[in-house]
């Protein structure tokens, strides 16, 4: 993903949500971790068309991706997609306070991202780590 496509991003998602690892990332660290939405496996056009579909959750997948990079431990993983579900409903209540029915749909995708993280992530995660549990 190319760094000035979270530019923006990176400096909301420093001051509004939480990450393990996200706040003592640098820049180009953070631009590294970060893929878009869904996994690695998924062609570019589908990996666009969620980008695009999900942009109201792009902070949270920002820290997602940053605390898939420098987690090291199974704990590590389940914290990691219990704090992007928490993100995606913050990000949420954020952005989408004025509209309530859209708030209800992406609370629902918010849930259904994180059944998807914690069923589908591990792979993910333990890219290029011992699995340690």
Known sequence: MNVLDIKGEYRVARYILKG???????????????????????????????????????????IHDCDYTKGFTLIDKRIADLRFFKNCLLCVVFKLYLRPVKAIRFT???????????????KAFWKGKEKIT
């Open 20 to 62: 393990k690892y996200y706040p003592d990332m640098s820049y180009q660290e953070t631009a590294e971790a970060y893929n878009g939405v869904g996994p690695a496996w998924f062609t570019p056009w589908i990996r666009k068309l969620l980008n695009v579909l999900l942009k109201v959750f792009r902070d949270a997948v920002i």
């Open 108 to 122: 629902i995708y918010s849930f259904l991202l994180y059944l998807a993280v914690k069923r589908g992530g591990a």
